[in-house]
């Protein structure tokens, strides 16, 4: 079983559409993250989720909600979501300050 | 937000040869840097991290350079192989407690055979 995993690989979705993308982690981190990846952009940070607690939210839309219901499991609730939206949506967890560890992703298509 | 940046977009090489990836980094903050190699279809993967404290460290047929004088990051691939074919990217760290990475626009590495 993979540390880090994600699901949907693969969605598409509608400006109306609401859905939401899974992340769970097999690792024992006490911290995980979302991160969007867009063509020729950095990846760019989202949410920071400490021990299940918010600590970083960095500017992003309301139309991206996040949930952490416990350490390893974290979600992405997507609603009226543009066609700028549309990128590859990384997870990933970590032990305190360590290294980042990143699910396969889940690459998102807005139409 | 951080900046860090690599100097060349595409770095092709010969299979067998030795790869060099340049990143530049602007917070002489970071006390924290990692290299990771991203496969098509694939997820960021670690490959090596280094330290503030120090200013080298090898790993399996990689190494990692540090210069903190002018806030360059460089990552050595000996032999490249084939399987070495990557996006790669540089990532620092403030080290401050929420652990929030800032990671560079990446290095096409192409492996010729």
């Known amino acids: 079983e993979t540390g880090v995993t994600q699901t949907p690989r693969h969605l598409v979705m509608g400006m109306t559409n609401k859905k939401s993308l899974k992340c769970e982690q097999h690792l024992g981190h006490n911290a995980m993250y979302w991160y969007k990846q867009s063509a020729k952009k950095p990846l760019e940070l989202m949410f920071v989720y400490s021990l299940e607690e918010r600590v970083e939210n960095n500017s992003v839309p309301s139309r991206f909600s996040p949930e952490c219901p416990n350490s390893s499991h974290l979600f992405l609730h997507l609603h009226t979501l543009q066609p700028e939206d549309s990128a590859l949506y990384l997870c990933a967890s970590s032990w305190g300050t360590g290294e980042l560890f990143f699910g396969e992703g889940s690459r998102l298509t807005v139409l | 937000g951080e900046s860090v940046g690599l100097h060349l977009p595409t770095l092709s090489v010969q299979e067998g040869d030795n790869s060099i990836i340049n990143c530049a980094y602007s917070?002489?903050?970071?006390?924290?840097f990692i290299w990771y190699k991203q496969e098509s279809g694939k997820g960021p993967q670690f490959i090596i991290d280094i330290r503030s404290n120090m200013d080298k460290r090898q790993g399996q047929r990689v190494t990692v350079l540090l210069n903190k004088t002018v806030k360059h990051l460089s990552l050595q691939i000996a032999a490249t192989q084939p399987g070495d074919s990557a996006v790669y990217f540089c990532a620092e760290n403030l080290g401050d407690n929420f652990n929030k990475f800032y990671f560079g626009s990446g290095t096409k590495l192409n492996v010729k055979p």
């Open positions: 917070n002489s903050a970071s006390d924290y």
